[in-house]
């Protein structure tokens, strides 16, 4: 039985939390809130890497440079509704995860075009095969693995920026990370 | 300790670091937000509560716009009847407040006459020279004290009250003036107090109406012409 590990369990149980340090992508998202699209566009600067991530962890290669283009448009027109600016991160990465979501539904009607599209825009086998691999984890797993294998955040960071504690995080990525071990080594992939 | 897969220091897992190279090229690259021009500035969230605020806060001030309205007549009433002839003393200091509305008059026949002032809840209006005519003649009819002053005859128990004026030759031939002999002695906390009874009737009236059901109001409205 395949255990996950939720942040509520250890929400608790995290002891050695760091003390958190001042956000600057706070003072980018009041000033986007108040109209300015030059601090919208460093915000998404700074948290497109993590949108593209939580988006390429569930909906094809080819489709995610469109939806994050999206999910940033979606970001500007409701950045009113945000509360707290410095949940920024936490705020996109929830509406790159219904993005998702809605792709799926709507994926029946577009079948034809996707395919179109990945072949248009398609990896390399190997990184295909691994990522699918890495997506057939479960969800805590597969969407920390992305962020740290595919766009090169560290568990820090992942953790910053999805609103995650940094203990979920780190035991997410080792029981990820373990989990991908045992599927190439099972699966006969070599990479 | 240092972990190579949680913050990339110490020695690095040679596993790791292939799936880095290799899953790498899968990454975001770099570019710039396209924002169409004709995308709106983001808005605030409204408050839905202000809406409520501003409700609560026009009631308010149409129950107070229809206190003033109702105790405007009263001094106007006051300013154009004439002084009454009759001495301050025939009117005993305990009488209770009266407004001008509807004041009926009626004579006693036992000796010394005795004028019983019946008055209406202040919600009532009617037009001063129809409110005379039928003082007038209720003051000629001379109905027993009972009958008028039965609670349910006139209106609501808490509407009516009762003073006796004596000297009932004196006073003055519209019962209105004689109301307005008897308004000089009020107590502005008795004026408050009928304010505050206006106010709250107003507001029950708007009350009603607002739930759409004002067909008991006119009905009472009928029932008191």
């Known amino acids: ?191 | 300790m240092s972990d190579y897969l949680w913050d990339k220091t110490g020695e690095a897992d040679p596993e790791v670091e292939r799936l880095e190279g290799l899953l790498g090229s899968l990454a975001h690259k770099a570019g710039r937000l396209e924002l169409p021009p004709e995308v709106a500035a983001p808005a605030r969230a409204g408050r839905p509560r202000l809406a409520w605020y501003a409700a609560a806060a026009a009631l308010l001030l149409a129950a107070l716009a229809g206190a003033l309205v109702a105790l405007r007549p009263a001094k106007l009433h006051e300013a154009r009847v004439p002084a009454p002839q009759s001495s301050p003393a025939a009117v005993p200091s305990v009488a209770p407040s009266v407004t001008p509305e509807a004041p009926v008059v009626k004579e006693r026949e036992e000796a010394p006459a005795v004028v019983e002032v019946v008055r209406h809840a202040p919600t009532r209006r009617r037009a001063p020279h129809a409110r005379a005519k039928r003082e007038g003649l209720s003051r000629r009819r001379a109905a027993p004290p009972e009958v008028l002053g039965t609670p349910g005859v006139l209106g609501t128990p808490e509407g009516l009250e009762v003073a006796r004026v004596e000297e009932v030759e004196e006073v003055p031939r519209p019962a209105r003036a004689v109301a307005a002999a008897l308004g000089r002695g009020f107590s502005v906390r008795r004026q408050l107090f009928n304010a505050l009874l206006l106010t709250s009737t107003k507001l029950k009236e708007v009350q009603r109406k607002t739930q759409g059901a004002d067909a008991p109001a006119s009905d009472e409205r009928n029932r008191s012409r």
């Open chain 1, 1 to 191: 039985m395949l255990e996950v590990e939720t942040t509520s369990q250890l929400f608790f149980a995290e002891a050695g939390r760091e003390a958190p340090q001042a956000d600057p992508s706070a003072a980018l998202a009041e000033a986007a809130r108040a109209g300015d699209r030059e601090a919208f566009a460093r915000l998404y600067g700074l948290y497109a890497p993590l949108v593209h991530g939580v988006l390429l962890a569930r909906v094809p290669y080819g489709e995610v440079g469109d939806l994050v283009q999206d999910v940033f448009l979606v970001a500007f027109r409701k950045l009113g509704t945000l509360r707290d600016c410095s949940r920024f991160g936490p705020w996109v990465a929830m509406i790159a995860r219904n993005r998702a979501m809605d792709f799926h539904r709507r994926a029946r009607a577009t079948e034809e075009l996707h395919e179109e599209i990945e072949q248009a825009a398609r990896p390399s086998a190997e990184a295909a095969e691994a990522l699918e691999i890495i997506r057939a984890l479960p969800e805590a797993y597969r969407e920390t693995l992305v962020l740290r294998l595919v766009e090169g955040m560290t568990g820090p960071e992942i953790a910053e920026r999805t609103g995650l504690q940094p203990a979920s995080v780190r035991v997410n990525l080792h029981r990820g990370m373990k989990l991908l071990r045992e599927k190439l080594g099972t699966g006969g992939v070599r990479v």
